[in-house]
């Protein structure tokens, strides 16, 4: 009998440990995606006159609108060294509304371009502190991936 009810001890400690261990992955899991996502797409470049054309498709789900936000971008080659750093001003970005932003960078050629980093939000205002580059979600409609 003993031995009986220290088994069943032990099988609910380790119900118990699970039940804990599962929980604590799916939380784990939703941090992985914030639930107001400032998200950014790279949707598009193309070879332009001056150089190369990008397109961003921007969607702001922050708890508040963006009354200007502008990003640091890193332009990566082949060799997955930076190519060039700078900064683009995507304006305002209302709450819950899309918006296009293209820029034409001038001396940089579309197809030399193997993957774009999103280093830094040195403007937000409108959110909180911080809450730009946290919230940041990033993905690319193209073959170049696109990292925040």
Do not use: H, W
Not at 3 to 12: K, V
Not at 28 to 44: F, K, M, R, W
Not at 67 to 90: M, P, R
Request: aromatic share 6%; proline share 6%; glycine share 8%.
């Amino acid at each position: 009998m003993m031995a009986a009810g220290r088994f069943a001890a032990l099988l609910a400690g380790g119900l118990i440990a699970a039940g804990s261990l599962c929980s604590a992955y799916a939380q784990g899991g939703a941090a992985t995606a914030p639930a107001n996502p400032l998200e950014v797409e790279l949707n598009a470049l193309t070879p332009s006159q001056k150089g190369c054309m990008m397109t961003f498709v921007a969607l702001n789900k922050l708890a508040a609108p963006v009354n200007k936000i502008s990003f640091e971008l890193a332009f990566f080659n082949d060799k997955n060294t930076v190519d060039k750093i700078t900064v683009l001003d995507f304006r305002d970005l209302p709450q819950g509304k899309k918006r296009v932003r293209q820029f034409d960078m001038p001396n940089l050629k579309c197809e030399a371009v193997t993957r774009i980093l999103i280093n830094d939000t040195p403007v937000c205002d409108g959110p909180a502190a911080g809450e730009c580059m946290k919230g940041l979600v990033t993905r690319s409609q193209i073959s170049v991936p696109f990292e925040g």
